[in-house]
């Protein structure tokens, strides 16, 4: 489904990110960590069409990113680290935005528009301006609003900052229950416990490059290595 072949990016004499490819195939739910300054948030942004890459290829569910970034649009959804809402609308008044953005029919949208607000406890807080949320509620609005698209691919850039952990918990079921039907995750985040609890493979990067990719157990087999996945973190990233 996402298909990454010698992409590399430049800032000046800095090499962000240094040649690296790698395939997640369809319904899986895969986590790329790295420490501070790696290359993952710049790597989620280049997949996601919002940086330019210096060299290399991607593709998502066949097609070309530069060939036609706008098809590509159609089909995934982006929840970035710390996401940008219009505050002076409500939360109804949001997603019904996000719903004319995307043409949801209206026979479709409503029902499921109401459906998330329960889900997510925005019920109580429709009639709110985004801006008086609270970040924990902040964050789950994007969620709806993404899960609303129904993409084929969700990019998601730690996803656990600042949530309690109901939320947390609320936030890892629904992305499993994506993946079980059949949408591709591609996710970052600096917690590793959750990261070997919920992904099917890893991708570890380091100074831009790949240091390690697969399952956590064929990482482990791969490294000689028998500890947690913080242990082999830690080793990998030194």
């Given at each position: 489904m996402i298909e990454v072949e010698d992409l590399v990016k430049d800032y000046g004499a800095v090499k962000a990110v240094q040649g690296i490819t790698f395939t997640v195939p369809k319904g899986e739910l895969f986590c790329f960590l790295g420490p501070?300054?790696?290359?993952?948030?710049?790597?989620?942004?280049?997949l996601c069409?919002?940086?330019?890459?210096?060299?290399?290829?991607?593709?998502?569910?066949?097609?070309?990113?530069?060939?036609?970034?706008?098809?590509i649009r159609q089909i995934t959804g982006y929840i970035p680290d710390m996401p940008y809402l219009y505050d002076l609308l409500t939360v109804v008044e949001f997603l019904d935005f996000t719903g004319e953005l995307y043409r949801i029919p209206r026979d479709r949208f409503r029902p499921e528009r109401d459906r998330y607000l329960d889900l997510f406890g925005l019920h109580d807080h429709r009639n709110s301006l985004v801006r008086d949320l609270s970040h924990g509620l902040r964050q789950r609005l994007v969620y709806a609003s993404t899960l609303l698209q129904e993409p084929d691919v969700m990019f998601v850039d730690e996803p656990f900052v600042g949530l309690d952990p109901h939320s947390i918990r609320l936030i890892q079921d629904l992305l499993k229950q994506q993946t079980a039907r059949g949408v591709t995750i591609f996710l970052t985040t600096h917690i590793l416990a959750l990261a070997e609890s919920m992904a099917d493979r890893i991708g570890i990067i380091a100074k831009g490059q790949i240091a390690a990719f697969g399952t956590l157990a064929e990482i482990r087999a791969q490294r000689d290595h028998a500890g947690s996945l913080e242990d082999l973190f830690l080793s990998l990233t030194a």
């Open positions: 501070n300054g790696a290359g993952k948030t710049t790597t989620i942004k280049m069409g919002l940086l330019r890459p210096t060299h290399g290829t991607i593709r998502v569910a066949g097609i070309d990113l530069r060939e036609d970034p706008r098809a």
